[in-house]
């Protein structure tokens, strides 16, 4: 502990150096952290820069605010602003010496003139706030169409490309099978039925987040409705491609999936080979699996297909010399 009489001795020599601060601040500081003198030194020195910064902002900002206003009337009505001035002048002056009645009609004056200031000043603001509105718009306005006019480079662009793409196809004698009418037709039903299950596992999303209970079990049961018949649609598409793609004569030795899917090629593979497997007396013809080279779309996407499935289920298989497909036994 230290007695009041040291505390009194050493605030007083402290005091020196923070002059800002009340002398009881630096007793009670002396009081409450003695001997730590470096917690002291450090808490009247940010004591005393709080006060110092505080006292300087408030100053500023009101010499920051006069002088502005004073700097706007200047600018906009410098004869207004100087008249101004004077009748200051004329009423500090004349205090003493000027008539009451004198006085209040300077005052008057000096009133009337700050009003029209007041309402320059108003209309200044109002135009610079305008041109900036202004400013705004047309930057906005200039965004809006750099962006129409890039959406229709792009589908310039795009069109560019898919007519190269189309006479590409054409040069190589590959059919477009998305501009094909049957190609279209038979999956109107089951392009349909795809949105329908997206939205469904949407909103099933939706009510697993939510945590909805009877809404989770209601899409959960709509999916799997939609899945199944989804299939069974799929299935329809599939027969129907693979009746207009496959002779009858072949269709035990060769399997066509031009015009498929891959989901749907995969399915019809999985289809055909079920049957050869219970059709016995026909184990020893081999099955010619047709993909086709990936001409039509850049990428041999069915190709790549069946041979990760015929990997995956062991199935031995020769590729065909043409490069379109497989031959398994």
Do not use: W
């Amino acid at each position: 502990m230290i007695s009041d009489s040291e505390i009194d001795k050493y605030s007083i020599e402290i005091s020196k150096k923070y002059s800002a601060i009340p002398i009881e601040c630096i007793r009670e500081s002396i009081r409450y952290f003695y001997p730590n003198e470096d917690k002291i030194e450090q808490v009247l020195s940010e004591f005393q820069k709080h006060l110092y910064s505080k006292d300087k902002i408030g100053k500023s900002k009101r010499g920051h605010k006069k002088a502005t206003k004073n700097d706007i009337d200047v600018k906009l009505n410098p004869e207004l602003a100087q008249e101004v001035e004077d009748l200051y002048n004329m009423i500090e002056d004349g205090k003493r010496t000027m008539e009451k009645t004198d006085l209040k009609a300077l005052r008057y004056r000096l009133k009337g003139l700050k009003k029209i200031q007041r309402i320059e000043r108003k209309d200044s603001k109002r135009k610079i706030k305008d041109e900036k509105s202004k400013a705004r718009d047309e930057k906005k306005k200039k965004k809006i169409e750099e962006k129409i006019t890039k959406k229709a480079q792009k589908q310039v662009r795009k069109a560019e490309k898919k007519e190269k793409r189309e006479a590409n196809q054409l040069k190589k004698g590959e059919k477009g099978y998305e501009d094909d009418v049957f190609f279209r037709e038979i999956r109107i039903e089951l392009n349909s039925i795809k949105d329908q299950l997206k939205t469904a596992k949407k909103n099933y999303k939706k009510a697993v987040k939510k945590n909805v209970e009877e809404d989770i079990i209601q899409y959960q049961k709509e999916m799997a409705e939609l899945e199944q018949v989804y299939l069974q649609e799929m299935d329809k598409v599939i027969k129907l491609n693979y009746q207009r793609y496959n002779k009858e004569e072949e269709r035990k030795t060769r399997l066509d999936l031009h015009g498929l899917r891959k989901v749907e090629a995969i399915r019809q593979v999985e289809k055909m080979l079920a049957e050869r497997a219970t059709d016995m007396h026909d184990s020893d013809e081999m099955l010619d699996i047709i993909t086709g080279r990936g001409n039509h779309s850049g990428r041999a996407v069915l190709k790549m297909a069946v041979k990760d499935y015929l990997l995956d289920h062991n199935i031995p298989y020769t590729e065909l010399h043409n490069g379109a497909g497989y031959q398994i036994k």
